[in-house]
């Protein structure tokens, strides 16, 4: 609140006051639209300064003088690296992304098939870890300082440790080559049925839980606990509640933001910082895709995997935020 | 039959073994010689190879950047891919590797190995149904040759002026004599395409033993049997899949869990364990790849040729050989070709490590302080670990030598073939004087030592238009004199090509010419029901 609102007596609200939501989701899409802008940047000039440009990487050994020259021109390298750029953009505006240099396939098609596939991995992962680590956490508070507490920290911490693909490994060894009931590798391809695919991804999935798991349990733990001791839980323990009914009913709700914050962190490592666990599983995902083209400095496609990793990351944190208001009265209903 | 002998007759039945290596070894193991004999015709006969099944690769070396186009192809997983769906006009045979017809019936040079004609095989269908003719052999070489061409082969056909149709004949112009031209023709990039594939450069369509089914870079290929296949001593599985798997432990866990047949890339250091699992045999290959630390000719203090010397006798091969490789691999000479090349110089002294022959060619060089070696996990696995090797050897003998290790990214643009001492690697060639060529000749695109020696040049070029086996020959011991007393490079092993696959898989045939069987692993192999 303003002091001369204040001052003047009469509210004249704002539009930003009275629509404080509203506001922010359009201050946030403006403003996601010059950071991508800024990353698009950021990318091309990366790529720009790693040394060595596609026509000599991709053909390697095997490229003579005049290969490589026959390629720049094809691709247009001998262009100014500003002129690149802003036809790079100039087709990105239009919904074009281009199509790759190495494989001279558009671009849009591969990355729309590779990001379905890591959202379909991340979203598994996370259905089976956010319920799973929130659950937890209450368990936790529930049971603090006793066993049951003290076994999820340590389990949960002792899986955060490890490294993911150390995890990946011991899965791989003790289910797919002991046990032999799990599959591997989880290289999912088109036409694959829906329950085939369910199973195949159950390895990777499994890892990418154990890897997430600890950091949300933790966060929702600590976050419940600092309102334990606040007034209204002792009211709710003195009206008789069970710790359970108190944990659940009006501590959890009121812990909620930073919980919902770390989720939505989780949520974007699962989309976009899951490249080693690919490798591991051999699962054709986003990271992996980006990889392979910033090896060969495939501009196009590292542009777009940028560009959407980019997108992933911001729209996770804006809805983050708006869920941390929807989840305030107080930030919901502004004086 | 004890059990090493019987398991060199599995490696036998199994075709992995030709019968001067099996002779060899079973006497060594304490056969008599016709027995050995009678055990190599036993093995050799129950080897009828049976049709059917899936056959599943899991490779290293793919990417989602590959490309279906044999122009374009450059990963190990295409080119397995490539020799799967295509056919050359000649291929090697892979005990010898000397050329033998494929899609070329013969062929004749003129008497300066100028002009060759290639006669083209009849009634071969490309996998469209179309009928392979001349015209579909000359564009495809067009494509690869030409002034616009992206092609990897592009460095190999450079000599070629002209290539024409001459009624129903193929007919090969080049500006110099090349003995060595059917052997060019073997390279993987040249599969024969309808159209020389200029429509579509990447349909896929050839005539090899599989059809290309669904292609996903760098994730999934999938094949099934081509029923008019002109061939019927291949493709005996009815499909094949290969599967992209970068990382060597998903490869060795995919193969023990049986759930693919064979994978390339075995890393050395994990051998003992896989072996461990009775379901999987390891299938080796002496090959021409080789590791290599190069020094440049031409820049100070390497200019000195008694420097080069001095680290050549202060390297210690075995050594290498047993901790990098793990024993697979055969030690090198300082010249960057073996015995798996045809016309192999044999009888060349090995260098071998003496400190004290360093010391002394040190102490003639003048040099004092430290040499810097540029290294990188890259420049070949294991690079490292052999640079500290070396480092500690030539210690011995007085020689410091400090290591720097370098970016992976980018070593092969800012450090090989521009530092004046770095760590790197080849692959092998289709023959001696491709290898030449590409990395020795004075002008040659790649000479990353800056080896520039005009009776060697000279050599070179009389050696390839030679047509007398025996001149040439000697011409490449000469050479390869030149090369190991004079160069710039220090080369302390030759890598075998390690794969593995299941025990039920037979037929793999230990080619010399490349890694998996020069590539034809899919068409050659079968199941042992």
């Not at chain 2, 800056?450 to 000279?458: I, L, P, S």
Request: glycine share 8%.
């Amino acid at each position: 609140m303003s002091n001369s609102a204040e001052a003047g007596g009469t509210p004249a609200r704002s539009p930003r006051e009275r629509f404080p939501l509203l506001t922010l989701i359009f201050e946030r899409f403006l403003l996601s639209l010059v950071l991508l802008f800024a990353v698009s940047v950021l990318i091309f000039a990366g790529v720009e300064a790693l040394p060595g440009d596609f026509a000599s990487t991709y053909l390697g050994q095997s490229a003579t003088p005049e290969t490589i020259a026959n390629i720049r021109a094809e691709l247009g390298l001998d262009r100014p690296v500003v002129t690149r750029y802003f036809d790079w953009l100039g087709g990105v505006v239009q919904g074009d992304f281009g199509t790759s240099w190495a494989s001279r396939n558009s671009v849009s098609e591969q990355v729309g098939k590779r990001l379905g596939n890591s959202l379909f991995l991340a979203g598994f992962a996370a259905i089976i870890a956010v319920p799973l680590a929130i659950c937890l956490g209450m368990l936790s508070v529930h049971f603090r300082d006793r066993m049951p507490d003290k076994i999820i920290n340590v389990i949960s911490l002792a899986a955060i440790s490890l490294p993911e693909f150390f995890i990946g490994y011991l899965l791989i060894l003790y289910f797919a080559v002991n046990f032999g009931i799990a599959t591997f590798p989880a290289t999912v391809y088109e036409g694959m049925g829906f329950l085939e695919r369910i199973q195949t991804i159950a390895l990777p999935t499994a890892t990418l839980v154990l890897v997430v798991l600890a950091h949300m349990m933790r966060m929702t733990r600590a976050a419940i606990l600092s309102v334990m001791s606040s007034a209204y839980m002792e009211t709710a323990e003195l009206k008789g509640l069970s710790s359970w009914r108190a944990i659940v009913k009006h501590a959890a709700p009121n812990a909620l933001a930073p919980i919902i914050n770390v989720v939505a962190l989780n949520l974007a490592y699962l989309v976009v910082g899951v490249v080693v666990v690919e490798v591991v599983f051999v699962y054709p995902g986003m990271g992996q895709y980006m990889v392979d083209a910033v090896t060969v400095r495939d501009m196009p496609v590292v542009q777009a995997c940028g560009l959407i990793f980019a997108a992933v990351y911001i729209l996770l944190n804006m809805l983050a935020d708006i869920l941390a208001i929807v989840a305030n009265p107080r930030l919901r209903h502004p004086r | 039959m004890n059990d090493f002998t019987k398991y060199l007759a599995g490696r036998v039945t199994a075709g992995g073994m030709n019968r001067r290596e099996f002779m060899g070894r079973a006497m060594a193991a304490g056969l008599t010689l016709t027995a050995a004999g009678n055990l190599f015709a036993t093995s050799a006969a129950a080897q009828t190879p049976k049709k059917g099944g899936t056959l599943k690769l899991g490779l290293e070396g793919g990417a989602a950047t590959d490309s279906i186009d044999p122009a374009k192809a450059t990963s190990q997983v295409m080119f397995a891919a490539v020799r799967s769906w295509g056919d050359t006009l000649v291929e090697t045979h892979p005990q010898t590797r000397a050329p033998i017809p494929s899609l070329a019936e013969s062929w004749a040079p003129s008497a300066d190995a100028k002009t060759w004609t290639f006669k083209i095989r009849k009634g071969v269908q490309f996998h469209d149904g179309k009928e392979m003719t001349t015209d579909d052999v000359v564009a495809t070489l067009k494509r690869h040759s030409d002034s616009k061409t992206e092609s990897g082969a592009a460095g190999v056909m450079k000599s070629i002026t002209s290539i024409e149709n001459k009624g129903g004949d193929l007919v090969v112009t080049l500006d110099s004599g090349n003995a060595d031209l059917p052997a060019i023709f073997t390279d993987y990039h040249l599969v024969i395409q309808p159209n020389g594939g200029i429509d579509k450069p990447t349909a896929g369509v050839g005539t090899g033993p599989y059809k290309v089914k669904s292609f996903e870079p760098g994730v999934r290929m999938t094949f099934e049997k081509n029923p008019n296949d002109w061939r019927s001593d291949r493709g005996y599985v009815d499909s094949v899949e290969i599967i992209t798997m970068n990382d060597a432990t998903a490869r060795i866990a995919a193969l023990s869990s049986g759930q693919v047949q064979f994978i390339n890339r075995v890393d050395p250091k994990t051998v003992p364990l896989l072996t461990r699992a009775s379901t999987v045999q390891l299938l080796t290959t002496s090959g021409g790849g080789h590791y290599v630390f190069i020094m440049h000719c031409d820049k100070a203090p390497f200019d000195n040729n008694d420097l080069r010397m001095a680290l050549k006798y202060a390297i210690d091969r075995e050594e290498m050989v047993k901790r990098i490789l793990g024993g697979y691999g055969k030690v090198g000479n300082d010249f960057p070709i073996n015995d798996t090349y045809a016309l192999f110089p044999e009888g060349i002294e090995q260098r071998s490590y003496d400190p004290d022959k360093a010391a002394f060619h040190y102490k003639k060089s003048g040099h004092s302080g430290s040499v810097l070696l540029r290294t990188s996990e890259v420049a070949f696995p294991g690079a490292v670990d052999a640079s500290v090797l070396f480092q500690q050897s030539a210690k011995k003998a007085g020689i410091d030598i400090e290591i720097k290790r370098e970016p992976g990214d980018g070593y092969w643009s800012n450090v090989w073939n521009v530092q004046p001492f770095s760590a790197s690697y080849w692959g092998s060639r289709a023959t001696q004087d491709q290898f030449y060529s590409g990395a020795y000749l004075s002008t040659a695109d790649w000479n990353d030592t800056r080896f520039k020696n005009e009776t060697f040049d000279k050599l070179l070029i009389s050696a390839r238009g030679e047509l007398d086996e025996k001149k040439r020959k000697d011409m490449y011991r000469e050479m390869a004199m030149l090369v190991r007393d004079e160069g710039g490079t220090i080369l302390p092993m030759f890598n075998d090509f390690v794969n593995a696959g299941t025990k039920k898989l037979m037929g793999y045939v230990s080619d010399i010419g490349n890694d998996m069987s020069n590539g034809y692993v899919a068409s050659r192999v079968w199941f042992d029901a």
